[in-house]
C-alpha cells in the first residue's frame, strides 16, 4: 500500500465543528443532495467523533459512534477515496467501541457501500429499507469483550548482562526479536527512516503486533527522524501501526539538534537496549538487561520526544 499524508484523531464535535460540518455537508448535502436538516441531528452532540486530516490538517473525512453503538456519517472527500482512509476511519470507530466495553457495533449502511463493512466482518441484518431517499442495510459486527488486563507480577531483579557487539545486519534483527519479546508493555524505538531491512523482517512486525495484543494500554512509541524516505513505499510495520492505531505514536523531530543525531536505538521496558552508532548502519552493541545504558537512552528519547511532533507523513496515530 502506498503511504498517503494522513491522520486520525478525536473530533469535540463544538471545537471541530466546522472541520465536521465542512466534510458532511459537501459529501451528503452537496454530492448525495441529502437535506441539512436530516444530515445534522441533536445525536451528534452525543456521539464520539472522528476525523481524518491531510498533512496541512484541512478535514478530509469523518465519522461517529453513539452511545448505543451505532456507527454513522461516514463520509471521505471525493479526493481521498480509494485510499484507505475510510477503512482508517471505521477500524479506530470500531477500537473506541471495543474501549467503551460494547458488545455490538451496527451501522446503517448504503447498498452501494455493503463490500466495504463486509470487509472488516460486518454482517446484514434484515431487509433493505429507505433513508433520506437512498436504500439502505442494517448492518452488525459482533465485538469480543476485552479481556481484562493482568497487572504484571514485579519481576525479581536480574544481574546486569554485560554489552555485546553488533556487525551484522542478522546480529541486529536477532538482538531486535529478543528485545521486543522481553518487553512487558512498552517498546521505545529511535530510527532514521525505519529501516526496512531491520524493522520490515516478518518476524520483527509478528513480534511488535503480539507485544500489542497482549498488553492493553501498553504501547510503542517511535521517532522517525526522516520521515520523508518513507513517502510513497510500503513498510509492513506502518500497515501494523494503522491497524492498531491505540499502540502505536510517531512523532518526527523538528529541532535542528535533533535532526542531526545519527544513532539509532531500541529500548524496552526489561532494561534491555541495543544501540546503533549510526542510524543507517547495523554495527554497534545491545544488551537484554542493562539498567544504566537503557535509562540514559531513556532520557534521550524522552527529551527529543517531547519537543517532537506528531509524524503527518503517514497513521500512527496520535489517536
Not at 122 to 140: C, N, R, S, Y
Not at 261 to 266: G, K, Q, R, T, V
Request: net charge neutral; aromatic share 8%; hydrophobic share 40%.
Amino acid at each position: 500500500m502506498n503511504i498517503t499524508n494522513y491522520y486520525l484523531e478525536p473530533a469535540n464535535f463544538e471545537a471541530d465543528y466546522d472541520a465536521l460540518h465542512s466534510v458532511r455537508h459537501q459529501v451528503f448535502v452537496v454530492e448525495q443532495r441529502i437535506p441539512a436538516e436530516i444530515e445534522f441531528d441533536e445525536l451528534d452532540r452525543q456521539c464520539h467523533h472522528f476525523i481524518a486530516r491531510d498533512e496541512q490538517s484541512r478535514p478530509i473525512a469523518t465519522g461517529r459512534l453513539s452511545p448505543q453503538g451505532k456507527i454513522g456519517r461516514m463520509a471521505v472527500l471525493r479526493d481521498w477515496r480509494g485510499q484507505r482512509v475510510g477503512q482508517s476511519l471505521l477500524r479506530v470507530l470500531i477500537e473506541k467501541a471495543r474501549a467503551l466495553g460494547l458488545t455490538t457495533v451496527s451501522a446503517n449502511a448504503q447498498v452501494s457501500a455493503l463490500e466495504f463493512y463486509r470487509k472488516l466482518g460486518f454482517v446484514a441484518e434484515g431487509a433493505v429499507f429507505q433513508e433520506a431517499g437512498i436504500p439502505h442495510q442494517t448492518m452488525l459486527l459482533p465485538l469480543p469483550p476485552v479481556e481484562a488486563a493482568k497487572r504484571p507480577s514485579p519481576r525479581p531483579k536480574t544481574a546486569s548482562i554485560e554489552a555485546s557487539r553488533l556487525e551484522t545486519l542478522e546480529s541486529a534483527v536477532a538482538a531486535t526479536l529478543q528485545l521486543i519479546q522481553g518487553a512487558r508493555r512498552q517498546l521505545t524505538i529511535y530510527s532514521r527512516d525505519l529501516e526496512y531491512a531491520l524493522y520490515g523482517q516478518p518476524e520483527i512486525v509478528e513480534a511488535l503486533k503480539q507485544l500489542a495484543l497482549r498488553n492493553r494500554g501498553g504501547g510503542v512509541r517511535i521517532i522517525i527522524q526522516e520521515p520523508a524516505n518513507l513517502r510513497g513505499q510500503t513498510h509492513p510495520l506502518l500497515e501494523l501501526a494503522q491497524r492498531l492505531t491505540s499502540h502505536f505514536q510517531i512523532r518526527t523531530p523538528v529541532e535542528s539538534e535533533d535532526l542531526q543525531y545519527l544513532s539509532a536505538f531500541l529500548l524496552n521496558d526489561s532494561d534491555g537496549y541495543l544501540f546503533r552508532l549510526l542510524g543507517n548502519r547495523y554495527e554497534g552493541h545491545w544488551s537484554p538487561n542493562l539498567p544504566a545504558r537503557n535509562r540514559r537512552l531513556q532520557e534521550e528519547f524522552e527529551r527529543v520526544w517531547q519537543r517532537s511532533v506528531p509524524c503527518s507523513e503517514f497513521r500512527v496515530l496520535g489517536l
